[in-house]
């Protein structure tokens, strides 16, 4: 058991270490962070999305939004949008999972 401890940890240092090495990686996530908080300082707010797994981090990362990231401050307006699961499989069963976020449903 503490070999295979050992190595998720291991596995995660690499991820971590793969993306720090990646320029065009990095550059994307600065330009997410850069846009949402120019959708903040407009009034707005940030909606989140993903499939499976990243449908979860997504959430995490709203509830970091609206509740606090680091330190204690007024909740940031932002929205997961794989959390209603009846409009979601609604849409997916009757038009087509590639129909759940187009503009004209």
Known sequence: MLDFI???IQDSYE???AILNDVNLV???EKACSLSVSAYRKGN???AAGN???AA???HIVAEFVSRFYFDRPALPAIALTTDTSILTAIGNDYGYERL???DN
Request: proline fraction near 0%.
């Open 6 to 8: 050992k190595k998720q």
């Open 15 to 17: 991820v971590k270490q």
């Open 27 to 29: 550059q994307l996530i």
């Open 45 to 47: 707010k940030v909606l």
């Open 52 to 54: 499976g797994g990243s």
């Open 57 to 59: 981090d997504a959430q």
């Open 101 to 103: 976020f187009a503009a």
